[in-house]
């Protein structure tokens, strides 16, 4: 079992910046892929970056690629989500995963419960 706790959520406002956090206890860390999710009202949950278990490859979708970063510390066991130049879209719940890897959400077991992170104009 791997439990995940996300932390960092907030309001702030269009153009700002954001760190999202990520705390895993549980299996060893650093055998799992990480990612991170979204959901914004009356929408699906979304893929946004996902991470390699060793850190060396990372992957975004296109709609955050170039204004967020996707990094994790195993020795903390950790990962953490940089959002910078931040849009009103990127309003949503935000969810740390861990597993398999990869952009779909089938492909991740495990899941933290969610920080909010609100983008105003």
């Known amino acids: 079992q791997v439990q995940l706790v996300e932390s960092g959520g907030g309001l702030v406002q269009a153009g700002g910046s954001l760190r999202l956090s990520c705390a895993a206890s549980?299996?060893?860390?650093?055998?799992?892929?990480m990612a991170w999710f979204r959901q914004a009202p009356g929408k699906e949950r979304e893929f946004v970056s996902a991470?390699?278990?060793?850190?060396?490859?990372?992957a975004y979708a296109n709609s955050v690629k170039g204004r967020f970063t996707i990094s994790r510390n195993n020795a903390k066991n950790s990962e953490y989500l940089q959002m910078n130049s931040r849009k009103t879209e990127d309003t949503a719940v935000y969810y740390c995963?861990?597993?398999?890897?990869?952009?779909?959400?089938?492909?991740?077991?495990?899941w933290g419960q969610g920080t909010q992170v609100t983008v105003s104009s």
């Open positions: 549980g299996r060893t860390f650093s055998n799992y892929a």
């Open positions: 995963a861990a597993d398999l890897g990869g952009w779909s959400t089938r492909r991740y077991g495990y």
């Open positions: 991470i390699k278990g060793s850190g060396a490859s990372t």
